[in-house]
Structure formats: C-alpha cells, structure tokens
C-alpha cells in the first residue's frame, strides 16, 4: 500500500530535506522514525525539497510498504521517533501503480511564503523565523515588479550556481505581498513603522534559491535601491550576476503542493494559522 503524510517542520536545526551523510536533515529524521514505527527501511519521495534553514508547513510524502495502519497510527507512532521540531500533520492512504499518486509528479502548482520582519530592532523571540529589514519598505513598488515575474519565463537570473533542475522555465501564477503593522499605539516623530511583511508565492516548480533570489530583488525595489523597471531587465539577462545577493532562508516557509481534488488530502495545516 502506498502512504502519503503532511509534515511540518522548523528547519533551524537541520542541514534542509533531502537525506545526506551527515544523517542531520528533515528527510533522515523521517525516515528514521518511520523505521522504528515500522521495524523496516522505509523510502520517502517528497514534494519539494528545502534549504537548510527553510521550514515546512505542509510538505507531503509518499512511501510504500505492506503494514496495514489506520492514519492516525501512522501519525502518533511515527511522531513518537521523531524530533520536537518536526512533526506528522496528517496520513492516508493513497492509490499506488502507473496512475497512482506521487507526491512530486501528481503536484499541479507549489506554494512558499516569505515572512519579513520589518524593524529597526532584530528579531528575538521570532529569531530564524522570520527575515529582517531595518529599512522601511514600499508595497506599491514591490507589487508593480512581482507583476513583472509573473506567467512563464526564463528564471536563470534568480537560479543557484549549484540548482540541477533540468530547464530554468517555470510559471509563476501569483506572488501576494501584505503589511501588518505591529501595535496599535500612533508612532512619535521619527519612529519607523515596524511590522511583519508576508510575501507569498505560487508556481508550477521553483528552481534552487529561486525565491530567496526573488526576495532580494524586490527589496531592492521596495527600499528604492533600484527602480520598479529594473526586475525586468534581471529577468531579461538570464544571469544571475546582474540580481541581488539571494537573501536569508529564515523567513521561508514550504506551504506545500497543490494536488487535484480526487486524491481527497488535505490543502493545510493546523501551523498555516500560526503563520504571521
């Protein structure tokens, strides 16, 4: 039978997803503890893979194996075994075969958000959580040069030297940009507006460092740096010497896939309603 779990994770402490020799990443620890629940080797095939440093809401993987297990067992023995940091959100079972679900080749978009804390102060209790600027941003411009990402396009301005996606064209369907603004208190003469900036994402597929790439040039947009036109001409160069340095993973947050409504999983997690 095939398996498909919801996972969410604090990605602080760990080397990213994908399983490496260090034994110190999301995708280990998962394995690990599927192994202890099951007494057997178990082989997870995820959604989309995470830096080190990035956290997940909802990614979702898929195994294979011949225990017969209600979902919540699969959920409360698997996070038995696993790292407070790290957790199974949900479990079913899943149609296996050539029209059965995968995790990655079933995914009809993926969704990443940005949170950014806007303040003059670093963060403290939100520290690898959140980015940080001490510069105050504007939306308006930031919106007019996401715009200017979106549909599909050659994204090698914005693409890691190391990325091994097999073509740098992908579709870009929306990115969403708000401001909360913190306290209710009127600011004195000089004091900067301070609040949480959330910056939100959704495409086909992402290359490696694609959005933090992204993330760097609308900053540049958003404190005047660069003018709103300029995203075009990064867009245009296909090279990623002419963008902006590819900004911290702190405040970057795996949303998950998007799947068709007929294998019945679940869109969220209980941790999106955390997200700031």
């Not at 980015?131 to 050659?154: K, N, S, T, V, Y």
């Not at 996606?165 to 992908?170: D, G, I, Q, R, S």
């Not at 369907?173 to 600011?187: V, W």
Request: with cysteine.
């Amino acid at each position: 039978m095939r398996i498909a779990l919801g996972v969410s994770y604090n990605g602080q402490a760990y080397n990213g997803w994908q399983s490496q020799p260090s034994g110190n990443t999301v995708q280990d620890h998962l394995e690990a503890a599927l192994g202890r629940f099951t007494a057997q080797e178990v082989s997870t095939i995820c959604a989309g893979r995470t830096d080190a440093g990035v956290h997940g809401l909802m990614q979702v993987v898929h195994f294979d194996t011949a225990l017969q297990r209600a979902p919540n067992s699969w959920v409360r023995g698997t996070n038995t075994f696993l790292p407070k940091d790290i957790a199974v959100q949900w479990a079913a079972e899943v149609p296996e075969g050539l029209d059965g679900f995968h995790s990655r080749a079933c995914a009809m978009a993926r969704r990443y958000a940005y949170v950014l804390l806007q303040s003059p102060v670093r963060p403290s209790v939100d520290h690898g959580r959140v980015g940080w600027i001490f510069q105050p941003l504007d939306a308006e411009r930031m919106r007019a040069a996401a715009a200017l990402l979106l549909g599909e396009h050659d994204f090698s301005s914005f693409r890691a030297a190391g990325c091994q996606a097999k073509t740098p064209v992908k579709t870009l369907h929306r990115i969403d940009i708000h401001y909360r603004q913190a306290g209710q208190a009127p600011m004195r003469d000089g004091q900067m507006d301070c609040g949480y900036w959330h910056f939100e994402f959704e495409g086909n597929a992402f290359l490696h460092h694609m959005i933090r790439n992204i993330m760097g040039c609308l900053l540049y947009v958003g404190q005047g740096t660069k003018p709103v036109e300029w995203m075009q001409q990064v867009l245009d160069a296909r090279s990623r010497e002419v963008a902006a340095p590819t900004f911290s993973p702190d405040g970057l947050y795996f949303l998950g896939p998007i799947y068709d409504a007929r294998w019945g999983l679940p869109i969220d997690t209980p941790p999106f309603a955390w997200l700031p």
